[in-house]
């Protein structure tokens, strides 16, 4: 079992930036991808960036060139940092890992309880 503790959401203005901060602890061995996911009211879960164990990034068009992602495998922590928010970025954002079953041969998916981001003047 992995446990995901999620830090960093608030209240920011717009082009402000706040910094998220995601510590997973328990089964952490074969954690592949570790990321971030936000929802809106409304809408649906959507992806926001992920990385791999190697440093592969993948990042949604709508934050592209805003926000960056980062990792610190000895801390088992992703970071999310978020510069030049918009209204737009208002949402919930949960904390996502990915790890490779050892029985089973297949990734698990675990979710942070989700820290709430809320950009407004």
């Known amino acids: 079992q992995v446990q995901l503790v999620e830090s960093g959401g608030g209240l920011v203005q717009p082009g402000g930036s706040l910094r998220l901060s995601c510590a997973a602890s328990g089964s952490i061995f074969s954690i592949n991808v570790m990321g971030w996911y936000r929802q809106a009211p409304g809408k649906q879960r959507e992806l926001v960036a992920t990385?791999?164990?190697?440093?592969?990034?993948n990042y949604a068009g709508s934050v592209k060139g805003r926000f960056s992602i980062s990792r610190d495998n000895a801390k088992n922590t992703v970071y999310l940092q978020m510069n030049s928010l918009e209204p737009e970025d208002t949402a919930v954002y949960y904390c996502?890992?990915?790890?490779?079953?050892?029985?089973?041969?297949?990734?698990?998916?675990?979710w942070g309880k989700g820290t709430l981001v809320t950009v407004s003047s």
């Open positions: 996502y890992v990915e790890r490779l079953g050892s029985i089973t041969g297949l990734n698990i998916n675990y």
């Open positions: 990385i791999t164990s190697g440093g592969s990034t």
